[in-house]
């Protein structure tokens, strides 16, 4: 009777706030890999990703608390043995190069086979940098200095969550469904409208979109 081959020990953490899709995820890695952890909002990735140190994150980029930065920011340096690969529905170029220079070792999207990713996170594991076939070009003309991703002063000023709050209003997201999304209060998410428009001497919500839309961030 054959034994079966032992599961790889590479150790996972799932980070991404749509419970039913983290939860297919798992079941399927958990095929091949160990998973150390998983958590759906930024303060709950950055507990559980120090108290597991795993090998590999695969993280969503879209998070509330702050996003998939806001998390390779938080832990990124103190824990270098870390990788982190994006795994998000968007394939924005300012999403993909946003990511991959606050330390990301790879960006896929969620169209991905399963065993595509198994094979993304083995690669990143092994401090490969590994990228869906589109993206690519992103990172490669935004770190040569081409033209795919231009400096942005005014896109720069904004903080991460500002930047978060100024996409899901051009959206066309009402001010309590952005705080729900986000998991901040109305309060807050007015607070940061505010200083989006102060910042970028914009004087209505309308004027926001347009801008947004201009830089195609929406």
């Not at 103190?78 to 529905?89: E, H, I, K, Q």
Request: glycine share 8%; proline share 5%; no cysteine.
């Amino acid at each position: 009777m054959l034994t079966p081959p032992e599961p790889d020990r590479t150790s996972v953490f799932l980070v991404d706030d749509h419970h039913l899709f983290r939860s297919g995820v798992q079941t399927e890695l958990a095929r091949e890999f160990r998973i150390a952890g998983q958590a759906g909002d930024v303060d709950g990735a950055i507990a559980g990703i120090r108290a597991t140190t795993p090998d590999v994150v695969l993280l969503d980029v879209h998070l509330p608390g702050g996003g998939g930065r806001a998390v390779i920011d938080a832990v990124g340096h103190d824990l270098p043995t870390v990788r982190f690969l994006a795994l998000s529905v968007s394939d924005a170029a300012e999403d993909v190069i946003a990511t991959v220079r606050a330390g990301a070792r790879g960006y896929v999207t969620k169209t991905i086979a399963p065993a595509e990713l198994s094979d993304a996170i083995r690669r990143v594991r092994d401090g490969d940098a590994v990228f869906s076939p589109r993206l690519a070009g992103f990172v490669l003309d935004a770190f040569t200095g081409d033209v795919s991703a231009p400096a942005d002063p005014e896109l720069d000023q904004l903080t991460a969550r500002e930047q978060e709050v100024l996409r899901h209003i051009a959206r066309g997201y009402a001010y309590k469904q952005v705080a729900r999304r986000l998991n901040i209060s109305v309060k807050t998410v007015e607070t940061h409208v505010s200083s989006v428009l102060r910042k970028l001497q914009l004087s209505s919500r309308h004027e926001l979109t347009r801008w947004a839309t201009d830089r195609r961030l929406v």
